[in-house]
């Protein structure tokens, strides 16, 4: 079976799982899988550019895609006017004197010889530095936090589309990524898998307790959508019109009240499915430009530069590569995918809880998502998020009917079924566990492998 064939036939079998889940879950739970995995599609895409095309570890999706998730919020809320006209100054001030502060230490270590006297003066310089700013930027903060805290105690963003943050998103996590680059890519993998999961923990404490700039745990609620709201779909007649069309055999033999009840509930319905279909035709969208320009990237002279640096960074090297600045190049373009995903994925939600992400979901998923679908190849990253993300939703209930078909034959108050049955929802993690275990032992490089073209 040719490369392509076993690729068409997965993702025949990935749409014939989201459509045994529409009829017999529902098809809102099956379009909501389906975003979900779209999202989780272009995170793997991201993990893939690093690990797949360069070796890069990076154990810090989680940090990233919380970037992203930030921008969504300082692009699309309102700004809080109270609390700009409360803080500015002070965090203007306090800004100016952080800028000075990194400027001077970085000119005293560009131009002056490395002695004691030049660590002495930079430590001199940053110390006295951050008391300047931290003077001006502590009263800024309470000032801020102290308006409506309830409501706001924040500075809000910038009321631009939301859409915008997207791409937003992709910067901030890529300017981010490129300060983390020049420090950690000079480590080795494991100590760089360490550093990077690290900054993303740091990432998300700054998150959690800069209450002025993200609101914090407190969460930000209610951010504007790229799509129509269901309750006005289910007061717009057009929207009405179509469904009693969609829904006219189903009607067409009740009564006028029956008639009026059920197509009420055909639209409450409705709205919902259309809403979903279209953050899908937008993720999908995203999805297909950002694979179609990893496969080209994957595919030209430098996807094939990529890969030799990954394979032997010493041949690469000697032949005149510069590995740090490529590794440097990759990481960043990874992590700006990551952070549209985070963007998405806030849209999607439509809020921002900064205590919603967590290593097991976004980087431990993404992860497995990847390796199973085959790191290196692109439609295998792409398939192993479908797969990962149907059977991580999917295992519980399943677990659930197991749990409670393996156990019938007790008594209902047993308490060995009644253990099984609480802790059903566990399976999910057992399951993850041994779908990997599987792969890694008949499939070492994943269900769809990296195709190598030899020239």
Not at 137 to 166: H, M, R
Not at 210 to 236: A, C, F, H, M
Not at 415 to 440: S, T
Request: proline share 3%.
């Amino acid at each position: 079976m040719s490369s392509n064939q076993k690729t068409t036939l997965w993702f025949l079998l990935v749409a014939l799982l989201l459509v045994t889940i529409g009829f017999a879950q529902s098809w809102s739970v099956s379009l909501g899988i389906m975003n979900l995995c779209l999202i989780s599609a272009i995170m793997a895409l991201g993990v893939n550019i690093q690990w797949g095309y360069a070796g890069l570890i990076n154990v810090g999706v989680m940090g990233f895609s919380a970037l992203g998730g930030i921008s969504a919020v300082l692009i699309s809320q309102k700004p809080v006017t109270a609390a700009w006209q409360a803080g500015w100054g002070n965090l203007l001030l306090a800004a100016v004197f952080s800028t000075i502060t990194i400027t001077i230490v970085v000119l005293c270590y560009r131009k002056l010889a490395a002695s004691r006297q030049r660590n002495i003066l930079m430590t001199v310089v940053t110390i006295a530095g951050l008391f300047l700013a931290r003077y001006f930027f502590d009263p800024a903060v309470v000032s801020i936090e102290s308006v409506d805290s309830a409501k706001t105690g924040y500075l809000g963003g910038a009321n631009l589309p939301i859409l915008v943050s997207w791409v937003i998103g992709g910067f901030v996590a890529g300017g981010i990524a490129w300060l983390v680059g020049k420090v950690a890519l000079g480590l080795r993998a494991d100590y760089l898998a360490i550093a990077t999961l690290g900054i993303s923990e740091i990432i998300l404490a700054v998150l959690k307790n800069e209450d002025w700039l993200t609101r914090g745990v407190k969460n930000v609620t209610g951010l504007p959508r790229p799509v129509p709201y269901e309750i006005n779909l289910q007061s717009s007649d057009w929207f009405i019109n179509l469904m009693q069309w969609w829904h006219s055999n189903n009607l067409i033999e009740l009564t006028v009240l029956e008639k009026q009840t059920a197509l009420k509930q055909f639209v409450i319905e409705g709205s919902s499915i259309f809403v979903k279909l279209c953050y899908t035709g937008l993720f999908a969208t995203v999805l297909i430009i950002i694979l179609f320009l990893s496969v080209k990237a994957l595919n030209s002279p430098w996807g094939r530069m990529m890969r030799a640096i990954r394979d032997n960074e010493v041949a690469a090297s000697a032949m005149g590569k510069d590995v740090t600045a490529r590794h440097l190049q990759v990481f960043i373009l990874g992590s700006a995918i990551i952070g549209v995903a985070g963007a998405m994925l806030i849209t999607l939600d439509g809020q921002f809880t900064p205590t919603s992400f967590r290593p097991i979901r976004y980087t431990f998923l993404i992860w497995v998502m990847v390796i199973v679908g085959g790191s290196g190849n692109n439609m295998g990253a792409v398939l192993g998020s479908f797969l990962i993300w149907i059977a991580w939703i999917e295992a519980e209930p399943l677990g659930v009917w197991l749990m409670e078909f393996g156990t019938s034959g007790m008594d209902q108050n047993n308490w060995l079924k009644l253990h099984l049955i609480e802790n059903a929802q566990h399976m999910r993690l057992f399951f993850m566990g041994f779908v990997l275990l599987l792969v890694m032992r008949f499939s070492p490089g994943g269900i769809l492998p990296e195709v190598i073209r030899k020239r």
